[in-house]
């Protein structure tokens, strides 16, 4: 049995050494193999692209995320200078500042996004998640807290303070081009 | 010896078995303590979990203004119904724990080398498949609880550089947990994970088979074999029986907690993430979450994928602990880990912190940097210490710092787990 196979082998070595027209069929099949593999890589990047395109279409942020949502808050005179106003329907709290300025701040912790509770008698805002705790415009006051809260840009018209909930803003500090005068 | 073998061939049901098994086994293999039975036990937790998840499916409304109710429903209105949940919910505490002991056991007996460096690998990429399992189950019964902690838990994907951002707002398709999270968390919970399980567990256990089954020392070279049926497959049985005991009586006792209907206004006060994320949650009271959530964990989970590619010129070879020396390094590092960590949590917890010392520096250095070099010099200074102190080998030098790692996350699992109350303050679990 093994002495057979082994000259098995010999001879099929010795075949390929044979005539032109065989080297030619070889040609042929080491284009054709190659044909094969382009066609491969060009099914495997498509499969792969409609993959990701499947994962990143379709959702519904991408629907609404050009309209802009107006979120009308209340007269101007309806809010006392070093207040904070919740507005859970909106999703912030509008605070005014002690020198009067408005800013409409994120209820998202800048940690990781549990939802901060306005402390009147510390005059903070405290994340129950990492106690976390932010002044009355957002800026951190105690760590793990890594930036000031996330803003809405406050439009005032016709004494009427609204908020534009549909645009949030990211900040990493505090400073006075964020808040909107009466 | 072919009649020998004939001989002992089991018949029907235990055939079945065999294919799991080789026919003849080393009887020192028989040994209990040698595994403790933990990779069988983790094994059949994940199929009390395809039993009993199966049926969870048949009740479970993956939507959120279904899926609490039909919780309500299943344990208030279905025979057994709020059993079965219990067995789901407690099945999976003890898979995370008696996995996390099986990769214990492997390590301390060194199944992680030559022939076994794939398993290894295999092994860590099925615990973490039974985490994410886990972490996408946590989401499922939309209460407080759920919806709070699987905020938290993604919310840590942020920090990780570059893709952090997009591979949150994939997972939860779009920025905070919606209706498409939870169907997109359902179905990694019930189909992807479970498939991806089942394959890589085959592989698994064909690959321990490939190796010649468990670990054995070299030492006292006894090559008697034994049947397999019924000498191990009996204590297996055994084994099993024991396990789903246990899970009963917990399950009879200990309902899985069922907080109020989610509410994305009002986080809990404290917000915990899932518990075996506790470890990385205390990692967060005292570190920038960049350094917390991303950086050590990635670090841990890197310096244990390349933990059998180490060169190395010494054969770990199934000897609890390796050496009566490592043993004693181990023990004392476990004692110092023990020690170390909860006064360190202490001191920083009460201690002025760097970041309010200096305000005007980057939060990331104050919170983040600095104190990472504190801890890696701790660590470093600790390594130098035990190994003057032991004259350790190489082996023994890796397994005293695992133990000195290991033993500080444990420690700092349990803290986050008992001792964090209101505001996430340290207190007393009688407190809380």
Redesign the interface.
């Known amino acids: 049995m093994k002495k057979k196979s082994k000259k098995d082998r010999t001879e099929s070595v010795e075949k390929v050494k044979i005539s032109p027209a065989e080297t030619k069929l070889e040609d042929r099949r080491t284009f054709l193999r190659k044909v094969w593999k382009g066609l491969g890589a060009i099914a495997a990047l498509e499969v792969v692209s409609v993959f990701f395109g499947f994962l990143f279409s379709g959702k519904e942020e991408d629907v609404e995320s050009t309209t802009k949502q107006i979120f009308e808050a209340g007269n101007v005179s309806s809010f006392q200078p070093d207040t904070v106003t919740a507005f859970r329907g909106g999703r912030f709290y509008l605070a005014r500042l002690e020198d009067g300025g408005f800013m409409a701040l994120s209820l998202r912790c800048t940690h990781l996004g549990c939802s901060i509770i306005w402390e009147d008698a510390k005059k903070n805002f405290i994340c129950p998640c990492h106690s976390s705790a932010f002044g009355i415009n957002g800026e951190v006051k105690n760590p793990p807290a890594p930036a000031a809260l996330d803003y809405y840009p406050v439009i005032i018209e016709n004494g009427k303070v609204k908020v534009d909930i549909g645009t949030r803003l990211t900040r990493s500090r505090f400073n006075k081009s964020q808040v909107e005068y009466a | 010896m072919q009649s020998s073998v004939n001989n002992t061939k089991p018949k029907r049901f235990s055939g079945i078995l065999l294919h799991l098994h080789p026919q003849l086994i080393n009887e020192r293999a028989l040994i209990f303590n040698r595994t403790f039975g933990l990779g069988g036990m983790a094994a059949l937790l994940i199929v009390l979990q395809f039993i009993t998840g199966i049926m969870l499916r048949l009740y479970y409304e993956p939507f959120p203004q279904k899926a609490y109710d039909s919780i309500i429903f299943l344990q208030s209105n279905v025979l057994f119904g709020q059993l079965i949940r219990n067995i789901h919910h407690w099945s999976g505490v003890f898979l995370i724990i008696i996995a996390f002991l099986h990769l214990l056991r492997v390590f301390f007996t060194g199944g992680y080398q030559s022939s076994r460096k794939v398993n290894w690998i295999i092994g860590l990429v099925l615990l973490l498949l039974i985490i994410g399992s886990n972490f996408t189950g946590y989401l499922l019964p939309w209460d407080q609880l759920a919806y ?1 902690a699987v ?2 838990g ?3 994907f942020e920090y990780i550089p570059f893709i952090g951002t997009t591979l949150k707002q ?1 997972m939860l ?4 947990v919606n209706a ?1 999270t939870l169907l997109i968390f359902y179905n990694f919970h019930t189909a992807v994970f479970p498939i991806l399980l089942l394959l890589l567990m085959a592989y698994h256990f064909w690959r321990v088979r490939k190796a010649g089954g468990i670990i054995l020392p070299n030492k006292d070279e006894g090559k008697k074999t034994v049947p397999t049926f019924p000498n191990l497959v009996y204590k297996e049985f055994v084994v099993a029986l024991a396990l789903i005991a246990v899970i009963l009586t917990f399950s009879l006792f200990f309902s899985a907690p069922l907080l109020t209907k989610a509410n ?8 915990k993430a899932p518990w075996y994320f506790a470890g990385i ?1 205390e990692l ?2 005292h ?3 960049f350094i917390a959530a991303f950086f050590i964990p990635a670090l841990i989970v890197i310096s244990l994928l390349v933990l059998p590619f180490l060169k190395n010129n010494e054969v770990h070879n199934g000897v609890w602990f390796f050496s009566e020396e490592a043993k004693a390094a181990a023990k004392f590092s476990a004692y110092s880990a023990l020690t170390i960590t909860p006064v360190l949590i202490v001191m920083n917890e009460y201690l002025p ?1 760097l ?2 010392l200096l305000p005007s520096i980057n ?2 250095l104050t ?1 983040g940097l600095m104190p990472l070099i504190i801890l890696l010099l701790i660590i470093w200074l600790y390594y130098k210490f035990v190994s003057k102190k032991y004259e350790l080998s190489q082996i023994g030098k890796v397994q005293t710092m695992f133990v000195f790692i290991t033993t500080a996350f444990i420690v700092l699992t349990i803290i986050g787990i008992f001792f964090r109350g209101v ?3 340290l207190a007393f679990p009688w407190n809380l």
């Open positions: 709070w905020t938290v993604t919310s840590l994939l398709a779009g920025d905070e498409q994305p206004d009002f986080s809990l006060n404290p917000t949650q967060l009271m570190f920038h979450p912190k970041d309010t939060s990331f919170n505001d996430m303050k």
